[in-house]
C-alpha cells in the first residue's frame, strides 16, 4: 500500500509508541509494571521481579503509575520505512535507490525484512530471478557474503530489493517488474 501525498502519511506521523515488556513484583501480583534492561522502569531491581512474556499496557487499570507516566514519555520509535530510508542513505546511489527512497517516504509498506545466511535467503526470499536492474550486484552480494540482510518492497509496477550486507560494504538497491504471482 502506498499513501497519497496529501493523506496526511510521513514518517513523523507514522512514528510508533515505545513498547516494554511487563513485570511483577515477585509473590505481589496484582500491578504490572514496565520492564526495562534491568529492572522495571520504576526502579524495581531486577532480582525482585518476574517478568512476564506479555506488553506492559499503560492504559490497564493494573498498570503502576510510575511506570506509565514513564513509558508514555519514552521516546518514540522509527516505523519500518523510516528505519529502511536510514539504512540505505550510504547505499549505491542511482536512479533505483532514488525511487525506493521516494517510495518510502511515501508510505511503501515493507514487506519483508529480515537477515540470516546469504545462500538461503537468496534461494527462498531474494526473488533474484525477477531482477531487471542491479541484477549483477545483488548476485554477486549474496554469492560473497555468509550473512547478509534484504528488504522487499512493492511499490507501483517495481518490486525493489534492498541488499542490507552486514559488513562494511555499500547497501544495494535491485529491481524487478511486480508480479501477479
Ligand atoms: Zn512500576
Same mark, same amino acid.
Given at each position: 500500500?502506498?499513501?497519497?501525498? !496529501?493523506?496526511?502519511?510521513?514518517?513523523?506521523?507514522? #512514528?510508533?509508541?515505545?513498547?516494554?515488556?511487563?513485570?511483577?513484583?515477585?509473590? %505481589?501480583?496484582?500491578?504490572?509494571?514496565?520492564?526495562?534492561?534491568?529492572?522495571?522502569?520504576?526502579?524495581?531491581?531486577?532480582?525482585?521481579? $518476574? #517478568?512476564?512474556?506479555?506488553?506492559?499496557? +499503560?492504559?490497564?487499570?493494573?498498570?503502576?503509575? !510510575?511506570?506509565?507516566?514513564?513509558?508514555?514519555?519514552?521516546?518514540? @520509535? +522509527?516505523?519500518?520505512?523510516?528505519?529502511?530510508?536510514?539504512?540505505?542513505? !550510504?547505499?549505491?546511489?542511482?536512479?533505483?535507490?532514488?525511487?525506493?527512497?521516494?517510495?518510502? /517516504? @511515501?508510505?511503501? @509498506?515493507?514487506?519483508?525484512?529480515?537477515?540470516?545466511?546469504?545462500?538461503?535467503?537468496?534461494?527462498?526470499?531474494?526473488?533474484? !530471478?525477477?531482477?531487471?536492474?542491479?541484477?549483477?550486484?545483488? %548476485?554477486?552480494?549474496?554469492? $560473497?557474503?555468509?550473512?547478509?540482510?534484504?528488504?522487499? %518492497?512493492?511499490?507501483?509496477?517495481? /518490486?525493489?530489493?534492498?541488499?542490507?550486507?552486514?559488513?562494511?560494504? /555499500?547497501?544495494? %538497491?535491485? /529491481?524487478? +517488474? #511486480? $508480479?501477479?504471482?
Amino acid at each position: 500500500m502506498t499513501h497519497d501525498a !496529501d493523506d496526511g502519511w510521513s514518517f513523523a506521523t507514522a #512514528r510508533e509508541a515505545a513498547s516494554f515488556g511487563a513485570g511483577e513484583l515477585t509473590n %505481589v501480583p496484582g500491578i504490572d509494571h514496565a520492564m526495562a534492561e534491568s529492572g522495571t522502569l520504576c526502579g524495581i531491581p531486577e532480582q525482585q521481579v $518476574t #517478568r512476564y512474556m506479555h506488553l506492559f499496557e +499503560p492504559a490497564e487499570a493494573q498498570a503502576c503509575l !510510575d511506570c506509565r507516566q514513564q513509558a508514555q514519555a519514552a521516546p518514540t @520509535k +522509527p516505523c519500518a520505512q523510516e528505519r529502511l530510508h536510514d539504512r540505505l542513505q !550510504d547505499a549505491d546511489p542511482g536512479q533505483t535507490r532514488d525511487d525506493l527512497l521516494a517510495a518510502l /517516504r @511515501k508510505g511503501a @509498506k515493507v514487506g519483508l525484512w529480515l537477515r540470516g545466511p546469504a545462500s538461503q535467503l537468496a534461494r527462498h526470499y531474494a526473488g533474484l !530471478d525477477s531482477l531487471t536492474e542491479g541484477t549483477e550486484a545483488a %548476485v554477486e552480494a549474496f554469492n $560473497t557474503a555468509m550473512s547478509i540482510g534484504l528488504a522487499r %518492497v512493492e511499490d507501483g509496477a517495481w /518490486r525493489f530489493l534492498a541488499v542490507l550486507p552486514e559488513d562494511d560494504s /555499500r547497501p544495494l %538497491v535491485a /529491481r524487478g +517488474p #511486480r $508480479t501477479l504471482s
